[in-house]
């Protein structure tokens, strides 16, 4: 899964952190209830948060260097995003461990589409 700006465990009420950020948290908890793993890829936006943070035993949360590693409004993050996903295939050794690739929101689904068209895997956007 990919979202530029939102982050499943960032603290309700901080800078941008809502109503998606808890959908997209309790949907990976419901994919692992049918078997799946899910790795979800974010920008790293703060110094205080571990590059790599498990939400469940399946799920994951990676954040990604992309700018600065602070926030930054999701309305600038567009020129981040070619780095962005120069991190992504960085983290995954330029080879695809993944089924599927699922984008959230529009910049989330840049990303997806962007996996898509590099490892010929089937992407969805909501």
């Given at each position: 899964?990919?979202?530029?700006?939102s982050d499943p465990?960032?603290?309700?009420?901080?800078?941008?952190?809502?109503?998606?950020?808890?959908?997209?948290?309790?949907?990976?908890?419901?994919?692992?209830?049918?078997?799946?793993?899910?790795?979800?890829?974010?920008?790293?936006?703060?110094?205080?948060?571990?590059?790599?943070?498990?939400?469940?035993?399946?799920?994951?949360?990676i954040r990604l260097?992309?700018?600065?590693?602070?926030?930054?409004?999701?309305?600038?993050?567009?020129?981040?995003?070619?780095?962005?996903?120069?991190?992504?295939?960085?983290?995954?050794?330029?080879?695809?461990?993944?089924?599927?690739?699922?984008?959230?929101?529009?910049?989330?689904?840049?990303?997806?589409?962007?996996?898509?068209?590099?490892?010929?895997k089937p992407f969805?956007?909501?």
């Amino acid at each position: 899964m990919f979202s530029a700006h939102s982050d499943p465990l960032a603290h309700l009420g901080s800078q941008e952190c809502g109503g998606q950020n808890i959908y997209e948290r309790y949907l990976m908890e419901e994919l692992e209830k049918f078997g799946w793993d899910v790795d979800f890829f974010t920008r790293w936006d703060s110094g205080y948060k571990k590059q790599i943070a498990n939400i469940t035993k399946h799920c994951r949360v990676i954040r990604l260097k992309a700018g600065p590693v602070s926030y930054v409004p999701r309305d600038e993050l567009f020129t981040l995003f070619p780095e962005l996903f120069s991190g992504f295939l960085a983290f995954t050794n330029f080879e695809n461990p993944y089924e599927i690739f699922h984008g959230h929101y529009w910049d989330g689904g840049w990303m997806a589409l962007e996996a898509h068209r590099k490892f010929k895997k089937p992407f969805i956007q909501n």
